[in-house]
């Protein structure tokens, strides 16, 4: 069965420094979302994109954050100055047409790359 | 703006027995997509249970099972039979469209041997 993957699986970076998290939809999927989970916390949206360009995003994506589709398959979150706040399970999920059958409302997640700032 | 709220923090359950979990919302929609995901210990996403809206009959999935009541913008969700490896946070998550899932809080769930 088809799946989201994500790299790296845990990624430790010092503050300042840039992140690049990688992911890889579902090939046939048109919707992509990235989401954040700080460790005991709910999950949280910070973006999602299709057609080539950011559709929303929350009030946590910032400046410091930008999201790419570089080619056909991958999707990127790019950090550009960590702070420390910014350590968290971030995950990568993405949702498909109707055409393909598969219902747009349900989204499927990778496994998360968990960010540690030091 | 939708919201999403789970108001047990903590549950636990004899293994074998039935355990509910609540979860209520609040949005203006009328057609809409909720949502069950568990989570592990390895953080991944689990995906358990949907229910569209619109279907007022109430979803199931082997031993899970949800209580969908649209007036009262309430969604639990019951598993049945519960096994050791059922053990994990539980998020419900609301949807409209294809936009951002919204997600509540999370419910821890222990299964007591």
């Known amino acids: 069965e088809p799946e989201v993957t994500q790299t790296p699986s845990h990624q430790v970076t010092q503050m300042g420094q840039e992140v690049i998290l990688r992911c890889v939809p579902i090939?046939?999927?048109?919707?992509f979302y990235w989401y954040r989970q700080i460790l005991g916390q709910k999950v949280e949206f910070l973006v999602s994109?299709?057609?080539?360009?950011?559709?929303?995003k929350s009030e946590i994506f910032d400046d410091q954050f930008s999201v790419e589709r570089p080619d056909g398959s991958n999707f990127t979150l790019k950090i550009r100055s960590t702070k420390l706040e910014d350590s968290a399970m971030y995950f990568c999920?993405?949702?498909?047409?109707?055409?393909?059958?598969?219902?747009?409302?349900?989204?499927?997640f990778g496994p998360g790359t968990r960010l540690t700032v030091l | 703006a939708q919201t999403v709220t789970q108001s047990q923090p903590e549950m636990s359950v004899q293994e074998a027995e039935t355990v509910t979990l609540s979860c209520t919302y609040d949005?203006?929609?009328?057609?809409?997509?909720l949502f069950w995901y568990k989570q592990p210990p390895s953080r991944q996403m689990i995906l358990v249970i949907r229910?569209?809206?619109?279907?007022?009959q109430n979803a199931t999935e082997n031993r899970f099972s949800v209580n969908f009541q649209k007036a009262a913008k309430s969604f639990s969700l019951k598993i049945s039979d519960s096994q050791l490896g059922d053990a994990a946070m539980y998020f419900c998550?609301?949807?409209?469209?294809?936009?951002?899932?919204?997600f509540g809080q999370g419910t821890r769930l222990t299964i007591n041997p």
């Open positions: 999920a993405s949702s498909g047409s109707g055409a393909s059958g598969r219902n747009y409302n349900e989204q499927f």
């Open positions: 090939s046939n999927h048109l919707y």
């Open positions: 229910q569209e809206a619109y279907k007022q």
């Open positions: 998550a609301y949807i409209q469209g294809a936009q951002k899932l919204v």
């Open positions: 994109f299709y057609n080539n360009e950011i559709s929303e």
């Open positions: 949005t203006s929609e009328s057609d809409y997509y």
